[in-house]
């Protein structure tokens, strides 16, 4: 897993069978894709989040300690949400700080960045 607590993650997913994916950070699901009812959920927050003409989820998330940003490609889709007191509670630091989990079917993974982070403190 990561070291850091806070990363910058680019990734581009072709749906294929799933059903949805997320993002979770040390157990915690941050980010949630439903690939039928093509909504993105950030923590507390849903939306609809079409998916791109090519058929793929197009991602950049940036993860920090409070906070996680998702963008869709160009910056053109946005979603943010901060973390909440008792969410931060539930977090295990036993478990890989970051994995991607998928429902329902294979994905393909077209690409896939992660960097971690460094505090400006």
């Not at 749906?15 to 894709?33: G, I, M, N, T, W």
């Not at 507390?44 to 940003?69: I, K, M, Q």
């Not at 969410?87 to 630091?93: I, R, S, V």
Request: aromatic fraction near 10%; hydrophobic fraction near 40%.
């Amino acid at each position: 897993g990561l070291d850091s607590r806070s990363f910058d993650m680019e990734f581009v997913i072709e749906p294929k069978d799933a059903q949805a994916f997320s993002l979770h950070f040390e157990d915690v699901e941050a980010v949630r894709y439903d690939i039928h009812s093509q909504t993105m959920q950030v923590l507390d927050r849903t939306h609809h989040w079409p998916l791109e003409p090519d058929g793929t989820v197009a991602l950049r998330v940036l993860f920090d300690v409070n906070c996680v940003e998702v963008f869709g490609p160009r910056g053109l889709k946005v979603m943010s949400s901060i973390y909440k007191r008792n969410t931060l509670t539930q977090l295990d630091e036993t478990q890989s700080s970051l994995s991607l989990r998928v429902e329902g079917g294979p994905v393909g993974v077209t690409s896939m960045n992660v960097y971690p982070m460094r505090s400006i403190w």
